[in-house]
């Protein structure tokens, strides 16, 4: 696939794809929590739970991928539950719970995975060379990062001309489904897919990760994913309450901060590229990492009303995760090869990495350890002010 319209054409779905996931990690634990009342702990935790099924879902998938030997079929599949999933989980019915919210996101979660990983693993396979599988990386991941920017202004903007949350969440789900339906045809009536012999590695679950588990490289990798995805991933879920707690913002400023992060990093994906012809992709991608490190240390220091200097470090920072989405997964099919199983492996290979990538895994999914800590914070203070209200009284015993 040496031609752009091929690029393309391919990169199109993950603009679909990604539309929804940045409301699905900041928007919907707040609705759930907040309008429809579930509650911050009870949220959390059935969030959490989702994706603890979808992190033990995703190297099945994967396996099963590999075992077929297609993508094609995985990915028509998980797009229609993805869909039904979507809107029942952004439109719920009335009286909707914690369990309600649990099952959709489950399913939500397990057939976005169904989708993305042979979707990844086959980009992978139509390139053999690293440079020619970093350009179907940034194509895919250019186009995510489009589909959360436009995520990042539609609910804002729809909610600021008079609409509410669950308004704005309807309309994300329309238009993730009314954008992704012609994406994802053209993606399966267009792009070649590679046709892959099954090999002996992938043949049961526990010999593909003994494969993947013996490789030096890929261990090393998949560390160093995780590690960043874990630096990524929580505070994306503080991100609204510090701009708006710490940094004072409003709704408008803070669609302004995000839009600025996140077309940062699109605006980035180019400079990489062209770097990488340049520079050794290991080292540049550590020193994007020590560039983001440098640039969010200066955060607690800030004053109280500092959007505009804030704003600056998402600049920085938006650039370092550009790398972040183009410079990591070319180096998966690298990582595998020679060791027999880089064929073999190739959904193994990208449903274990995606598991350390920011929000997938269940440790530093944003909802998992902030809301329920921020229901643990609101009792202590609810719990300090009535004793203090007690002790006032005790020593002013007239009203």
Not at 284 to 300: E, G, Q, R
Request: net charge positive.
């Amino acid at each position: 696939m040496k031609w752009r319209g091929g690029y393309l054409v391919y990169g199109l779905p993950a603009l679909a794809l990604a539309v929804p996931t940045l409301p699905a990690h900041v928007l919907l634990p707040s609705f759930y929590a907040g309008p429809l009342g579930v509650g911050l702990a009870a949220t959390g935790l059935a969030i959490f739970l989702a994706r603890l099924v979808d992190v033990l879902s995703d190297p099945i998938i994967g396996h099963f991928s590999d075992q077929a030997g297609r993508r094609k079929p995985f990915i028509a599949v998980g797009a229609i539950l993805a869909a039904v999933a979507l809107v029942a989980l952004f439109a719920p019915p009335e009286g909707a719970g914690p369990f309600y919210l649990g099952i959709w996101c489950s399913l939500l979660y397990i057939s976005w995975s169904v989708v993305m990983v042979p979707y990844t693993a086959w980009g992978a396979e139509l390139s053999s060379d690293y440079r020619g599988r970093s350009q179907i990386a940034s194509w895919r991941e250019g186009m995510g990062l489009v589909g959360i920017t436009l995520a990042a202004t539609l609910p804002a903007a729809l909610q600021n001309i008079g609409y509410s949350l669950a308004d704005s969440m309807l309309a994300t789900a329309l238009l993730a489904i009314a954008l992704g339906a012609p994406a994802l045809l053209l993606l399966l009536l267009w792009v070649p897919e590679v046709r892959r012999q099954v090999h002996h590695a992938s043949g049961n679950l526990p010999a593909a990760f003994r494969a993947a588990a013996s490789n030096a490289p890929f261990r090393r990798l998949l560390f160093a994913w995780f590690i960043n995805g874990v630096a990524n991933g929580l505070p994306a879920g503080l991100f609204p309450l510090f701009i708006v707690a710490r940094m004072g913002a409003g709704e408008q400023e803070l669609g302004v901060v995000l839009l600025v992060y996140f077309a940062s990093a699109l605006i980035s994906l180019p400079l990489w590229l062209w770097l990488l012809k340049r520079v050794d992709k290991h080292r540049l991608w550590c020193l994007t990492m020590l560039a983001a490190i440098a640039s969010f240390i200066w955060v607690p220091l800030l004053p109280f009303g500092s959007v505009v200097a804030f704003a600056g470090i998402c600049i920085v920072t938006g650039f370092a995760l550009g790398a972040d989405l183009s410079l990591p997964p070319p180096c998966r099919p690298t990582s595998l090869t020679g060791t027999g199983c880089s064929t073999a492996l190739s959904g193994q290979g990208c449903s274990l990495p995606s598991r350390a990538c920011p929000g997938n895994c269940p440790l530093h999914s944003p909802s998992a350890l902030p809301f329920p800590c921020c229901n643990f914070l609101d009792s202590i203070q609810k719990w300090v002010k009535r004793l203090a209200a007690s002790r006032r009284r005790a020593a002013w015993p007239w009203p």
